[in-house]
């Protein structure tokens, strides 16, 4: 063989070693599940907001005291194109999204609804303060005793001034 000959052997060579490395099967490799990112804003600070698809809970997170809240649902708790659901302190809400691995809502997010926040009511104390309005009250006439007896008397005068 020449040396042309060979120099082009090798060359052949290469360029099939090449196109096999190249061009050759590839290992088969399953692309990575993401999460599914939920999230919202407009609630009270302390809410709780659950995620469900049916009557399977996917998390819960506890609204930020700014009303903003975050839930991230995992692959494998849902599968794409489930409905998800939410509660708003075990109260439904009427929003609802289909979960698709890897997304997330455009903003703002996902709106729950302004659910009210917990009722207060203010137990009332026997050491209440009155209220700051005054309220009118009938004058009447005093009654007087003296040893037990009624005795005409006077009602005591109005002082005026300035309290010090």
């Known amino acids: 063989m020449t040396l042309g ?3 082009a052997f090798v060359v052949v060579l290469g360029v099939i070693g090449g ?3 190249l061009g050759g099967a590839r290992p088969a490799s399953a692309q990575a599940a993401l999460p599914y990112v939920a999230y919202g ?6 809410q709780i907001v659950e995620a469900f698809v049916g009557t399977t809970s996917l998390g819960r997170t506890t609204v930020d005291r700014l009303g903003h809240w975050r839930l991230q649902i ?5 599968a794409n194109g489930d409905r998800v ?3 708003v302190d075990d109260q ?4 609802s999204v289909t979960f698709q691995s890897g997304r997330f809502p455009l903003p ?3 709106q729950l609804g302004a659910a009210p926040a917990p009722a207060v009511h203010p137990t009332p104390s026997p050491s209440a303060r009155p209220s700051a309005t005054p309220t009118a009250t009938p004058t009447r006439t005093p009654l007087c005793t003296s040893h ?5 008397c006077a009602a005591p005068t109005a002082r005026t001034g300035t309290a010090r």
Do not use: Y
């Open 5 to 7: 000959q060979r120099l």
């Open 19 to 21: 196109a096999l490395v």
């Open 41 to 46: 804003a407009g609630l009270v600070d302390g």
């Open 74 to 78: 995992e692959p494998g708790t849902a």
């Open 85 to 87: 659901t939410f509660a």
């Open 92 to 95: 439904p809400s009427s929003a």
């Open 108 to 110: 703002p997010g996902i």
């Open 148 to 152: 037990g007896k009624r005795i005409a």
